[in-house]
């Protein structure tokens, strides 16, 4: 291959990674948490781009909501809400789910929204945690240049258990050192104990 040909070849491929990145479905644009009655309740912003149509059936999912309250959850009309600690994935798309952790997913289900660049609205839940971590968010919807299935993937954040109440390594080493050194400390004094 010629050093044209590779240059040619190199400027094709990223000229169809961005194009398809810009084809991205639902994007949550923002996430707040918010104190609630001793609990945390996130709430994501969610917008429709405007290469992209919402029909009925369409959904995405949060992966790995540490703490999830069941029951806590709200949503604008038109969409319903489920959880499951695995799944759904969206064709297309693998991001990394933790089979432990509850995913929560919001499916449309009213009429199509063709009209693209469009917020959603706001979708919480509430979690015992307010330490964040990141995450993944992936959504099925539909092209409006040819009404075709499209997923997408997109980091995100998620609540997850504080890091507060796990000791640091370096605590742990002094602390393991430390119990030998009590042990021969004792053992010293007895035997200065037993010989007067």
Do not use: C
Request: aromatic content about 10%; glycine content about 8%; overall charge neutral.
């Amino acid at each position: 291959m010629t050093r044209t040909g590779m240059v040619v070849a190199v400027a094709a491929a990223v000229w169809l990674a961005t194009s398809q990145s810009g084809q991205a479905g639902l994007l949550p644009v923002s996430h707040t948490v918010t104190a609630e009655s001793g609990l945390f309740r996130w709430t994501y912003a969610i917008v429709l781009p405007t290469d992209a149509q919402l029909r009925n059936g369409d959904y995405f999912t949060i992966y790995d909501f540490a703490g999830f309250q069941a029951g806590s959850n709200s949503q604008p009309a038109d969409w319903t809400f489920s959880t499951a600690n695995v799944g759904p994935v969206p064709p297309g798309v693998l991001p990394p789910d933790d089979a432990t952790l509850p995913n929560l997913t919001y499916r449309y289900g009213g009429p199509d929204v063709t009209n693209g660049r469009t917020g959603l609205g706001n979708f919480w839940a509430v979690s015992l945690y307010s330490a964040e971590a990141s995450s993944y968010f992936a959504a099925s919807t539909h092209r409006t240049s040819d009404s075709q299935q499209d997923s997408n993937i997109t980091p995100s954040t998620v609540p997850v258990p504080s890091m507060q109440s796990v000791p640091e390594p370096a605590t742990l080493v002094l602390a393991g050192l430390g119990l030998p050194i009590i042990g021969m400390v004792r053992t010293f004094r007895r035997r200065r104990m037993s010989v007067k």
